[in-house]
């Protein structure tokens, strides 16, 4: 069975509301995609923009509300081999996606990234900046759960997991992503 869980209260409203601001000047670049010839960008399939959030300092507040809410420890393949992993924190720099009317994100799987110390990611996690939009909903596609935008919420769930972005209607949606980061116990 996949993994997720949504998250209330993860981030005060006033910090996403400086995020957004601060990401609003730019730069923003065309979101891309995973494909065969690596990340390239692919309208048909998802058609949003995305900035760097180069803080620590909001990645730092962002894992200390979530490090309790993720799970601690996971089984990884490493090696040809399960291997037991801890959580450790999170992907830096997290980034910023705007979908205006009509953006979406068709569905697709997530990437792993590498981290620090030999760790992984192994779970993705939005938290959603706003929620003045009308569509916008995260559809996890195989457990069938739909998460609806709201400011300050978050979903964590399983790289594997498909999932996608459904059009915004009406307004714009602004979410954080980053990854949640595993590291062998033993190191």
């Not at 569905?107 to 929620?131: E, K, N, W």
């Not at 972005?165 to 949606?173: E, H, I, N, Q, Y």
Request: hydrophobic fraction near 45%.
């Amino acid at each position: 069975m996949p993994l997720y869980r949504e998250l209330d209260d993860v981030l005060p409203a006033p910090l996403c509301a400086a995020v957004i601001a601060r990401t609003e000047a730019g730069p923003w670049l065309p979101a891309t995609v995973n494909a065969a010839a690596g990340r390239v960008v692919d309208r048909r399939v998802r058609d949003a923009d995305t900035a760097v959030l180069d803080d620590d300092a909001v990645t730092a507040r962002l894992w200390a509300s979530v490090a309790a809410r993720v799970p601690p420890t996971m089984t990884a393949l490493r090696d040809g081999r399960r291997e037991r992993v801890a959580a450790v924190g999170l992907h830096r720099p997290p980034r910023v996606y705007r979908y205006r009317v009509g953006q979406r994100f068709g569905p697709h799987h997530d990437q792993s990234y590498a981290g620090p110390g030999g760790a992984r990611s192994l779970l993705t996690l939005l938290v959603y900046l706003d929620d003045g939009c009308d569509g916008g909903e995260t559809e996890l596609l195989e457990p069938g759960v739909v998460v609806t935008p709201r400011a300050g919420a978050a979903l964590w769930f399983q790289h594997m997991l498909l999932h996608a972005g459904r059009p915004v209607r009406v307004g714009v949606k602004h979410v954080l992503r980053t990854d949640v980061l595993y590291a062998p116990e033993s190191a």
